[in-house]
């Protein structure tokens, strides 16, 4: 079974500063990978996803993410935080097993920007 | 266009009650899933609708959920016999089905926030 882990429940960066947010995870067939942001009463929103092209993936709001092999890990960047990034970051693995190809989640990372 | 929606947003019921929750995907996506999202367990899988192949229900937690998917759009999923545990927040999302195993992007909805009193 595939299953993905975020290291660090609140991860807290001054505006400005690099934002990264890590993700290991766990498969046994070559996965899918995903970055979602979660805002405050809201649904899930996909940043990035890595689907077997190439290893640096570059999304949406200046956020990049880059697959490595060697450490199972899919790590979240962002050069600049700004205010507006504030919000729940989940990182998911594709699991097709038996056809489906739902999402299997980290338990999330909350990240707050301070001024 | 119209993105997934939810109904209702919010839903506060006393335990034992029945509820049923709504999710409208959008116009044309085939597939259509249901996680839900609660404090202690993160953001799990439930069930999964492709088509008008059998859903894959092997993320219900128990037997008093149970999900409909009518004419191959609106879902409605059911929880029978309320309890405080099921208190959460429930995504849906649709996506659109492409050939030869490729993934396709999931569009959440805004999600139902149950509470159970």
């Known amino acids: 079974a595939q299953s993905v882990t975020q290291l660090g429940s609140h991860v807290s960066v001054s505006e400005g500063a690099l934002v990264l947010l890590r993700c290991n995870y766990s498969?046994?067939?070559?996965?899918?990978l995903f970055w979602y942001v979660q805002y405050p009463n809201q649904g899930l929103q996909l940043l990035l996803k890595?689907?077997?092209?190439?290893?640096l993936v570059k999304g949406i709001n200046g956020f990049e993410a880059e697959f490595k092999k060697s450490e199972t890990s899919f790590h979240l960047t962002k050069p600049s935080a700004h205010m507006s990034d504030a919000a729940e970051y989940f990182c998911?693995?594709?699991?097709?097993?038996?056809?489906?190809?739902?999402?299997?989640f980290g338990q999330g990372t909350r990240l707050t920007i301070n001024p | 266009g119209a993105g997934v929606s939810q109904s209702p947003s919010n839903k506060v019921t006393e335990k034992g009650k029945d509820v049923e929750l709504r999710c409208d995907p959008i116009?044309?996506?085939?597939?259509l899933y249901w996680y839900r999202q609660s404090l202690g367990q993160g953001l799990e899988f439930l069930i999964y609708?492709?088509?008008?192949?059998?859903p894959d229900k092997s993320g219900l937690p128990s037997d008093r959920f149970s999900a409909e998917r009518t004419g191959g759009s609106v879902s409605t999923l059911t929880i029978q016999r309320t309890q405080q545990e099921d208190s959460a927040v429930y995504l849906c999302?649709?996506?659109?089905w492409g050939a030869g195993g490729s993934y396709n992007e999931q569009f959440f909805g805004p999600g139902t926030r149950l509470t159970v009193l």
């Open positions: 999302a649709s996506s659109p």
């Open positions: 498969s046994s067939v070559p996965p899918y």
């Open positions: 890595y689907t077997s092209a190439a290893t």
């Open positions: 998911a693995v594709s699991d097709l097993s038996q056809g489906a190809q739902k999402l299997v």
């Open positions: 116009s044309g996506h085939t597939a």
């Open positions: 609708f492709q088509g008008n192949s059998a």
